[in-house]
């Protein structure tokens, strides 16, 4: 593992190397930030949104948080929602979560951690509402079926809160996505909810559970 003094040296090289590739770079990218895209992630090390996307610092805005979640209590993440939308002007939220998140399978297997339960219990939930499709998913592929209900579930969250609602109301077009990332390929996985609209939202959300319930 490095140490922090190796960190700042390779950081050195990588800016040297990006400036040599093109030197305008950083000039650009200090001056403003226009990215189409607000990415709601996990904080899991293995899931950075910009080399996922294989794009440039500056194009995509993020958020991440233990479990991906998009709560109304969550200040930080509204905030960063509304910034997103209201100044930012972006036109996709992608609410991206990870198979073998390690929070969802701590929700799935009411493991005790600590403070983080609390926050967890909202995957509890989730747990709740979806337990007859949960119980026909083989054990080995439970834990994955819930990170898909996670997301389908905070995409739902992200609709409801007023920053989304507001800006549909106002005609700004923007579009909510549910997707899920797999570590072992390092592909994301359209959950096939895109939803443009709030009256949009429950045929989107049926959807979404009906696709999963036919890849079961």
Request: glycine share 10%; charged share 20%.
């Amino acid at each position: 593992m490095a140490s922090p003094t190796e960190l700042l040296e390779s950081n050195r090289r990588w800016s040297e190397a990006v400036r040599a590739q093109d030197p305008g770079f950083f000039a650009r990218l200090s001056k403003q930030q226009t990215p189409r895209y607000l990415w709601i992630g996990c904080s899991d090390s293995r899931v950075p949104a910009n080399q996922i996307l294989g794009i440039d610092p500056g194009e995509v805005f993020v958020h991440r948080n233990i479990s991906n979640l998009v709560l109304h209590s969550d200040m930080n993440c509204l905030s960063v929602m509304q910034f997103a939308v209201d100044v930012l002007k972006v036109e996709h939220i992608m609410v991206t979560g990870h198979y073998g998140c390690g929070g969802v399978g701590a929700a799935l297997e009411g493991k005790r951690l600590g403070l983080i339960d609390n926050w967890l219990r909202y995957i509890g939930d989730t747990i709740e509402r979806h337990r007859p499709m949960l119980g026909t998913v083989a054990p080995g592929f439970r834990h994955d079926r819930l990170c898909e209900l996670n997301v389908i579930e905070q995409v739902a969250n992200a609709c409801h809160t007023t920053i989304v609602r507001d800006a549909w109301e106002r005609g700004q077009p923007l579009t909510v996505h549910a997707w899920c990332y797999g570590l072992s390929d390092g592909r994301i996985h359209d959950l096939g909810m895109d939803i443009t609209r709030f009256d949009g939202l429950p045929e989107g959300y049926a959807q979404a559970l009906a696709n999963l319930s036919a890849a079961a």
